[in-house]
């Protein structure tokens, strides 16, 4: 083989060997999690179903988007706007 030849050989082993290498790093690797952490709470959109003024409160109804129960908020001005929708807790099963 000549000088040439040993020399690309070299070269192309060293460029194969260092992305292997490279490839490795961006391997999947687990997380860390504490064992105290928090869980993230699910959320779900709830939609305004219906607003009623009862005396100097405003009583805002909402549905779930799972069609679960309806979350209730009240608003203590009676010509308070209740908000179209609003992102709620999902409902443990």
């Given at each position: ?65 799972s069609r ?26």
């Amino acid at each position: 083989m000549s000088k040439a030849a040993k020399a690309l050989t070299k070269i192309v082993l060293t460029v194969l060997v260092s992305s292997l290498i490279a490839g490795s790093a961006f391997a999947a690797a687990r997380t860390y999690v504490p064992k105290n952490a928090v869980a993230k709470k699910e959320l779900e959109t709830c939609r305004l179903k219906k607003a009623s003024p009862i005396g100097k409160i405003t009583e805002c109804r909402y549905q779930r988007q799972s069609r679960g129960k309806d979350v209730f908020m009240t608003i203590e001005m009676p010509n308070a706007d209740c908000m179209r929708e609003f992102q709620c807790e999902r409902e443990k099963n």
